[in-house]
């Protein structure tokens, strides 16, 4: 909410202030101060600026100095208009004369702050910086802090204070604590609370230790750079030139750094190596488990993050069970008991306070007797609590997100899930209930104790032998497992998320007694030796660099939905009269697949959507079948050099939306599109005569539009991309490709109202 003083248009002169304006300045959180050549001249803007300066802190950059045709200078030694003014006022003032001086005071510490000039220029402009300026004083509320801040402001007030923001060196100060204790919730109350201070950027990084593991410091280092700079498009290639990178852009700037859950002095070498790196005044906030890693670095300060007192314990649980301070008179004893078993640590309180929420005292009791049971024990044996009250279906959802998908699309996972018959969407809403997991810009989190406790959960299967638990993702288990052919049919998945390539010597009986597998993805083995079994309940197999030529014979898999095999060996699928109809595959992606000859007949997967094999280098055949799958929305045939027709059948894709053929350079012709209702086609040639030739055999089957995207040739001229566009009965585009020039794609779309798919579709072969 903004407030604009209008006092002038109904407060007669002489007159004091309204109290709504002094009110709504020690309310705001910014307070912008005009000075204009009469400024002076007014008792109440001399009085509302000594307000300003009363309430606010001005050294947090609440309060923005604005000259508007004025020279600071002047007003700070009030001269020209400023002094004359002042001279006024005090000859005709007949209240306390320490007012005069309060108000010059005032004015005089308001001008020495860095505001915004307008000597001579467009107002517009000047206008836009004001804008700006606010909205970086502001900044967006950003949605991860909850609204339960329970025993946080002196926790803030701590680390502010530890921050030194009146000292213009570079400061940083670690915040140590155990998992759960509440260190990344503090750190973004206080990055809301002084991010206004540092003009030049803030950076959050949040989760490095996960990101790095998953995605490396290079990602890291883009993301970093690119939140303080506010660009997207840096391109950093490797870790040593974006150590360089964010020493030079950043050596100059005062910025304020929050690294979260730091586990590696890598990390933090390659981020923040260095107080060199940063300009005057900048602030670094590291939070981490490791006390140690924190010294090494070389912090100015370590704040411990302590337990909540009883007091704030008992607070944030009935906020969380009872929605109240205060819980009702017959609860007092059960939740006193609650309190001493969570000892003060924020995540316990949250969970079990959301688990026990809208139940009777006869379930508390319940509960609290089964805390009873496992006294002292880890936060594990706390938070499995609310694991042990989920259904049977809910608790195969949280171990596999643990385990698999924890940071991943919530709509993809929700797809795999479902495949595996686990109705996800409405698990995963059960889980974000119960506290178990969180939902951040649509990806699936949950907190490190908790995915701790699920892989616990899982190890507690079979402390000494994976081959005997349900779920397996360590690269070393699965080699121990492969190895060894100690998998059993208590194994429902395996997944690795590892991009570790290491080969691992399987014997042809590796999978054998794993006949409950149901998710396979691996892409980092390499098979040494023959395969002679998979499990036919996989509804999930993802083998990049698969290095057999097929699969084997007993391979009938009745429940697989998506088949990933990129860059692997395979020449064909499945053959011979055991082939069964998978009803259920709807993807099929063997992109990279050099020696993958020809598709199978459609017959046996009638409900198959997807289908990608680009850069199959040797395929050469579609079968005919393929007009038959009435839900094929995507087909990938991009980079398939041998492919030298379509069968007319593709026109019969009543569901088909995108066809790739670019890169299809030995394709001699396209089939009917009559019966498309609107498709988007990908194809390229350089040769004008082939776009003349495809444009007349489409442009008599059906009215359309289309659009053709080109690019000057890179060998030539630097790329230069460009769109124009035809109708039906127009050949005017023929001029424009001339010897120098190269068209890349041709989409083609019936409705014109459709022509924004063009601009919207991410053609990316998922």
């Known amino acids: 909410m903004a407030f604009r003083d209008d006092h002038h248009l109904d407060l007669p002169r002489g007159k004091c202030i309204k109290p709504e304006i002094l009110g709504a300045i020690e309310q705001s959180r910014l307070v912008l101060v005009i000075f204009s050549k009469n400024y002076t001249s007014s008792t109440w803007c001399l009085e509302e600026v000594a307000k300003a300066v009363e309430c606010k802190d001005i050294n947090e950059g609440s309060v923005i100095p604005i000259f508007y045709e004025v020279d600071p200078s002047d007003i700070r030694k009030l001269r020209a208009n400023f002094g004359t003014g002042f001279t006024k006022i005090e000859e005709a003032y007949s209240g306390d004369k320490r007012d005069i ?20 220029g467009y107002e517009t402009k000047f206008i836009q910086q004001i804008i700006r300026e606010v909205e970086n004083k502001l900044g967006p509320r950003l949605p991860y802090v909850v609204g339960d801040h329970v025993g946080m402001h002196s926790r803030v007030a701590n680390v502010v204070e530890c921050l030194c ?55 890291l280092q883009n993301q970093f750079l690119g939140d303080i700079l506010h660009n997207d498009n840096l391109r950093i290639r490797d870790d040593h030139r974006g150590v360089n990178m964010i020493k030079e852009r950043l050596q100059h700037k005062k910025v304020l750094i929050i690294l979260d859950d730091v586990d590696e002095k890598e990390q933090l070498e390659k981020l923040v190596g260095g107080f060199d790196w940063f300009g005057s005044g900048s602030r670094i906030i590291i939070t981490a488990r490791d006390e140690h890693l924190l010294l090494q670095y070389g912090v100015n300060s370590i704040y411990k993050v302590e337990e909540l007192s009883f007091g704030e314990a008992l607070q944030l649980f009935c906020l969380k069970a009872f929605r109240s301070n205060h819980p009702p008179i017959e609860f007092n004893e059960l939740v006193e008991q609650v309190i001493r078993y969570a000892n003060g640590l924020p995540l316990a309180l949250d969970v079990l306070g959301s688990f026990l929420a809208c139940r009777s005292s006869m379930q508390w009791k319940s509960a609290l007797a089964r805390l009873k049971e496992c006294p002292e024990e880890k936060i594990f044996d706390r938070l499995r609590i609310s694991y042990d009250g989920l259904q049977q279906k809910e608790k195969e959802i949280f171990l596999d997100i643990a385990c698999f998908f924890k940071g991943n699309e919530k709509p993809y996972v929700i797809e795999v899930l479902d495949n595996c018959g686990f109705y996800a969407d409405i698990g995963i809403e059960v889980l974000v209930d119960k506290s178990l997991i969180q939902i951040v810009d649509n990806k699936l989190w949950m907190h490190d104790l908790l995915q701790e406790m699920a892989w616990e959960i899982v190890r507690r299967e079979s402390p000494k032998e994976p081959g005997e638990r349900s779920r397996v993702w360590l690269f070393e288990d699965v080699c121990h497992i492969l190895s060894k052919n100690s998998g059993t049919r208590k194994v429902k998945a395996i997944v690795l998320q590892s991009r570790d390539c290491r080969t691992v010597r399987l014997n042809g009986e ?4 794993m006949t409950n597998l149901r998710l396979l993805d691996v892409r980092a083995i390499h098979l040494s030796s023959g395969l002679k079994h998979l499990s036919d309940e996989l509804c999930l197999l993802r083998w990049d660099n698969y290095s057999l030529r097929s699969f084997p014979p007993s391979f009938l898999p009745k429940n697989l939905a998506e088949l990933h095999m990129q860059d692997s060996f395979l020449c064909s699928f499945w053959r011979g009269e055991k082939m069964r109809v998978l009803e259920k595959l709807k993807v099929i992606n063997l992109s ?23 850069g199959c280098k040797a395929f050469s055949q579609v079968h005919s079948s393929i007009g038959n799958l009435e839900r094929l929305n995507l087909l990938d045939l991009g980079d398939c050099e041998n492919l030298t027709r379509l069968p007319d059948s593709v026109g019969n894709l009543k ?67 460009g769109v124009m566009s035809c109708g039906a009965s127009e050949a005017k585009f023929l001029p424009f490709i001339g010897s120098r020039v190269r068209v890349e794609y041709l989409y083609l779309l019936w409705h014109p109202s459709r022509l ?11």
């Not at 309060?102 to 004015?107: E, G, H, L």
Request: net charge positive; hydrophobic share 35%; aromatic share 12%.
């Open 165 to 219: 923001l009146d000292k213009s060196d570079v400061h940083s100060i670690g915040m140590w604590g155990m998992g759960g204790i509440g260190k990344t919730t503090i750190a973004r109350v206080v990055h809301d609370k002084i991010r206004g201070q540092f003009n030049d950027g803030c950076c959050f990084l949040a989760n490095v230790r996960e990101i790095s593991k998953k995605n490396g410091l290079v990602y």
């Open 510 to 513: 590796s999978f054998t007694n």
């Open 756 to 766: 924004r798919l063009v601009s919207l579709c991410d053609f990316n072969g998922r």
């Open 592 to 614: 990279g697949s050099i020696l993958f000859v020809e598709t199978p007949n459609f017959i046996y997967v009638p409900n198959l959507e997807r289908l990608i094999l680009k």
């Open 655 to 721: 569901s088909l939306r995108v066809l790739n053929l670019s890169g299809c350079s030995n394709l001699e012709e396209l089939p009917c599109p009559r019966k498309f209702d609107d498709i988007l086609v990908k194809w390229s040639s350089s040769s004008p005569r082939d776009w003349y030739r495809i444009y007349h055999e489409f442009q008599p089957r059906r009215e359309f539009n289309s659009v053709f995207k080109y690019s000057i040739d890179p060998d030539l001229y630097r790329v230069n991309e």
């Open 101 to 120: 001086k309060k108000w010059k005071d005032a004015v005089s510490e308001v001008v020495g702050l860095a505001g915004i000039e307008l000597k001579d």
